[in-house]
C-alpha cells in the first residue's frame, strides 16, 4: 500500500494574517473574518487541527488557556538542568491536570493545539526530568497521561519518537512496574504512539518491550492492566499504510518464543471474572498467528478457560465477552490437534448453548457459526457432531430471524457447506428442513453472498445451484 495523500496545512501566523487581510482588505467584522478564513481554507483541503481559532480584537493565541499552560510549563522546563526540583514539582502536576481537563473537552482540538505548539517535545523532556526523581510516581502518571492525549497521529508520533520517548517511556515502566497506575498510564502511551507508526513500534522492539511485557505479565497475575492488552494489540497490528512489509508477523513469533503466549493464556484463566477479559483475549489472538503458538496456547489450557468464559458469558448474558472470546477460539481451531480438543471438551453443545442465550443477537450467532464452519472442515466426524449439537437449526433460525444481516446470512452458508460436503447424510436433514429456500433467499438479497450461497447448494447435491 502507498503512502497516504497529503494534507496541506497552515501555521498559525499564516491563518492569524488571513483573518487580519479579511477585516482590512474586505472590511469584515472580526467574527465574519474569522469565519470567513476558516470555511475558505477547509474548501482548500487545509487541515486546520492545531490551529487556535480566536476573535480579533477580542481575544488573541496567548489568551488560550492551553498555550499559558504550555507556556509555564516551558519556562519550567527551562529553569530547570536535569531534573525538576522540589519547588516546582507540584506546580507541574498541576499544570499537566489542567491539560488534561482542557484536551478532554468535547470539540475543542486541544490535544491537536498542544501537539502543534511543542508539547509533545515539552512534555517529554519534562518526564525524562521528573524520572531523575524517587518517589514521584503520581507526577509521571500525570505526565503520562498528558503524553497518550498529544500523541493522535503520524505527525506527533514522529516528533514524539524523535524526542526520545519510546526510551523514556519504557524506562518509566520499567522503573514502576510493580505500580498499577503507572503501568496503566505508560502503556497507554505505548498504544497511542504505536497506532499507525510501524518506526515506532520498532523502536519500541529494539527496547525489548517484549522482554518488559512479560515480566509484568509475570509479575501481575491478579492485577487487571487493561492498557497493557491494548498495547500488546497494536504493537502487532500492521496499520501504517507508508510500509509496505511490515515487521508485525515476526514481533508476534518473537512475543511467543519468550513466553508471552502462554502468560496470557494464564492471564486469561485469571481474569474470567474481571473487565479486562475481552481485551486480554483479543491480545491472545493477535499474538497467535501460526499453528504452533496456537497448540502453545492450548497446551497452556487456553481452550479450557475460553470454554468456561463462554459459559460465563452466556450466564451474565455478556454480548462482548462471548464475541472476543469465540473470535479467538475460531482462531485457535484452525489448528487440528486444537479442532479436536474443542470437540473433546464439549465445544460443540457448549457453543450451541450460547446461542440459545443470544438468539436475538445476529454478531453473536456470526461468530459461533465461524468457529463451527473451521471446526467442521476437513472433519465429517465434527461436522456430525455438530449436526447432533445442533448446528442446522442454528442455520435454518437464524437465516429465517435475519434476512437482512448480511455476513450472519454468509456464515449460514460457510457452515452449511462444510456440515454437508463430506456427509451425506446432512445434506437430507437440512434440505427436509427448507435450507434450500433459504439459502436462495441470500444468494437473492445479498449480492456479496452470491458465491457462497451457490457453494452452499452445489454442495447440497442440488442440481441447479448455479440459478
Do not use: W
Not at 492525549?149 to 515502566?173: C, M, N, W, Y
Not at 498499577?180 to 510501524?198: D, Q, Y
Not at 512489509?245 to 481474569?271: D, T
Amino acid at each position: 500500500m502507498g503512502p497516504p495523500k497529503a494534507v496541506r496545512g497552515i501555521s498559525q501566523e499564516a491563518f492569524d494574517e488571513l483573518v487580519k487581510e479579511n477585516m482590512e482588505d474586505l472590511d469584515m467584522d472580526p467574527a465574519d473574518a474569522l469565519q470567513d478564513a476558516i470555511q475558505t481554507l477547509s474548501l482548500q483541503g487545509v487541515d486546520l487541527s492545531g490551529i487556535v481559532k480566536c476573535v480579533p480584537g477580542e481575544n488573541s493565541v496567548s489568551d488560550n488557556p492551553l498555550i499559558q499552560s504550555l507556556e509555564r510549563l516551558k519556562q519550567l522546563d527551562l529553569n530547570s538542568k536535569d531534573r525538576i526540583g522540589d519547588e516546582d514539582l507540584n506546580e507541574v502536576v498541576g499544570l499537566f491536570d489542567t491539560i488534561i481537563e482542557l484536551c478532554g473537552i468535547d470539540g475543542s482540538g486541544n490535544a491537536a493545539i498542544a501537539a502543534k505548539n511543542d508539547g509533545v517535545e515539552l512534555v517529554c523532556s519534562v518526564c525524562c526530568k521528573i524520572r531523575i526523581r524517587t518517589q514521584s510516581n503520581s507526577a509521571l502518571v500525570s505526565g503520562l497521561k498528558t503524553v497518550a492525549l498529544f500523541v493522535h497521529d503520524v505527525q506527533s508520533t514522529e516528533t514524539f519518537r524523535k524526542s526520545g520517548g519510546p526510551a523514556t517511556v519504557v524506562g518509566i515502566l520499567k522503573d514502576g512496574i510493580e505500580d498499577l497506575e503507572i503501568l496503566n498510564s505508560g502503556f497507554a502511551v505505548v498504544t497511542a504512539s504505536a497506532t499507525g507508526n510501524e518506526v515506532v513500534k520498532d523502536a519500541y522492539m529494539e527496547l525489548k518491550i517484549d522482554e518488559l511485557v512479560l515480566d509484568v505479565l509475570s509479575r501481575q497475575r491478579n492485577a487487571s492492566v487493561q492498557s497493557l492488552y491494548d498495547a500488546i494489540c497494536v504493537l502487532l497490528t500492521s496499520d501504517d499504510n507508508r510500509v509496505v512489509a511490515s515487521q508485525v508477523y515476526g514481533y508476534a513469533r518473537r512475543f511467543a518464543k519468550i513466553g508471552i503466549a502462554r502468560a496470557l493464556a494464564h492471564s486469561l484463566q485469571a481474569s474470567i471474572s474481571t473487565p479486562s477479559l475481552a481485551a486480554a483475549s483479543i491480545a491472545l489472538k493477535a499474538v497467535a498467528v501460526n499453528d504452533e503458538i496456537c497448540v502453545s496456547i492450548a497446551e497452556s489450557g487456553g481452550i479450557d478457560a475460553l470454554l468456561r468464559c463462554i459459559d460465563d458469558s452466556g450466564e451474565q448474558g455478556n454480548k462482548t465477552v462471548a464475541k472476543t472470546c469465540c473470535s479467538l477460539l475460531c482462531k485457535l481451531a484452525g489448528s487440528d490437534s486444537n479442532k479436536s480438543s474443542i470437540v473433546e471438551k464439549g465445544g460443540l453443545d457448549r457453543l450451541i448453548k450460547l446461542c440459545a442465550r443470544f438468539l436475538d443477537d445476529p454478531s453473536v450467532l456470526q461468530e459461533v457459526m465461524s468457529i463451527i464452519t473451521v471446526l467442521s472442515l476437513r472433519s465429517p466426524y465434527n461436522a456430525s457432531r455438530a449436526m447432533e449439537a445442533g448446528a442446522g437449526d442454528l442455520a435454518i433460525q437464524a437465516m429465517q430471524n435475519f434476512p437482512s444481516i448480511l455476513q450472519l446470512q454468509r456464515n449460514s452458508c460457510f457452515m452449511i457447506r462444510n456440515l454437508v460436503v463430506r456427509n451425506p447424510e446432512n445434506r437430507t436433514l437440512l434440505l427436509s428442513n427448507g435450507i434450500e429456500k433459504l439459502i436462495r433467499q441470500a444468494k437473492e438479497n445479498h449480492q456479496s453472498c452470491k458465491a457462497a450461497a451457490t457453494d452452499a447448494l452445489r454442495d447440497l447435491g442440488l442440481d441447479d445451484y448455479n440459478k
